[in-house]
């Protein structure tokens, strides 16, 4: 308000000034089409010129632009616009659609994983492959029915099968809905939590908790300590049961062999030990096995 009640004390000079400026901008076509599209009174509208031409200019980069990485607006993904209210002009950042396309891809993250999962796409699953039609229907009753808590799914199978693929594809697609999730490497995650002792340690271990969506991937490649199961893998997973946030699993093992993989000897605790862990996976997911050739090229 104080800008615009300066504007109308200006002087002659100073109205002269600023006219000319807005006559030297209207000799762009671009600028004079926006005076004419806002249909807006000049005398009102060479207050703004500077405005009006960040706006301008700023529509020719986004024009012009084809991703978001190539983005040369002051706010990267943006561009400033404006409309008329009443007879005033409102400025306002304005989201373009590549943001709006891969915003929603922050929504997943990957521990360990290459960047590459956040491209996977559920359109692009091999639907022909009657092998892979099971983990498609659950993925897709999954999505239907996630807001009625449904269980994750443990996606067991061989080496290179597309089992990382296919359930980051599915959270990629929660991702659009804005539901976020982690996938993490568990061979990776138990070596480096072993590393951040004390450091990042905490914050990773909550986050595993926490996120509304999991996927351990690789679950039973990882090396097994009476500490990496009973006191990371075995609260992570008691917490996500009683919050009802659904976890997955990829793993080339079965339930029987990872009950095997959790003994840490022959004694009749560790035959406890490790069936109570793996009944805690089986409660939370369902078991579909994948078969497939191997995709790896
Ligand atoms: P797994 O986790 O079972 O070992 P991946 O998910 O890593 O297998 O898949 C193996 C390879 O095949 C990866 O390079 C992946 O990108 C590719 N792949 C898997 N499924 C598909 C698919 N439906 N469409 C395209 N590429 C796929
Ligand atoms: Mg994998």
Redesign the pocket.
């Known amino acids: 308000m104080a800008i615009l009640k300066k504007t109308f004390q200006l002087t002659k000079d100073q109205k002269d000034i600023l006219r000319r400026e807005f006559l030297k901008a209207s000799q762009d076509k671009d600028f004079a089409k926006l005076i004419n599209d806002l249909a807006i009174d000049s005398e009102v509208a060479m207050k703004y010129t500077s405005s009006l031409q960040r706006v301008v200019e700023e529509k020719r980069n986004s024009d012009n632009c084809n991703s978001l990485a190539e983005c040369i607006n002051e706010t990267k993904g943006f561009r400033y616009s404006v409309k008329k209210e009443g007879d005033k002009l409102q400025f306002f950042l304005e989201a373009c659609p590549y943001y709006t396309a891969e915003e929603y891809k922050e929504n997943v993250k990957l521990f360990d994983l290459p960047r590459?999962?956040k491209n996977?796409d559920l359109k692009?699953?091999?639907k022909t492959d009657k092998n892979?039609l099971a983990a498609l229907k659950a993925i897709n009753d999954f999505i239907k029915n996630y807001d009625n808590n449904p269980k994750g799914i443990f996606?067991s199978?061989?080496?290179?099968?597309?089992?990382?693929?296919?359930i980051?594809?599915l959270f990629n697609e929660m991702a659009k809905k804005d539901v976020e999730s982690v996938i993490v490497h568990t061979p990776e995650l138990m070596r480096s939590l072993k590393d951040s002792f004390g450091s990042d340690y905490k914050e990773r271990f909550y986050e595993l908790k926490t996120t509304p969506l999991l996927l351990l991937?690789?679950i039973g490649a990882e090396l097994v300590t009476q500490w990496s199961r009973d006191e990371v893998l075995s609260p992570i997973l008691q917490y996500r049961m009683d919050q009802k946030l659904p976890t997955f699993f990829?793993s080339n093992f079965n339930f029987k062999d990872l009950e095997e993989h959790f003994k840490l000897n022959s004694s009749s605790l560790e035959k406890v030990n490790a069936r109570r862990i793996v009944e805690r996976i089986k409660e939370q997911s369902e078991f579909i096995e994948?078969v497939?050739i191997?995709?790896?090229?």
């Open positions: 590459s999962l996977a692009d699953v091999y892979r996606l199978g061989s080496f290179g099968a597309g089992k990382t693929y296919l980051a594809a991937d690789d990829s994948l497939s191997n995709l790896r090229g």
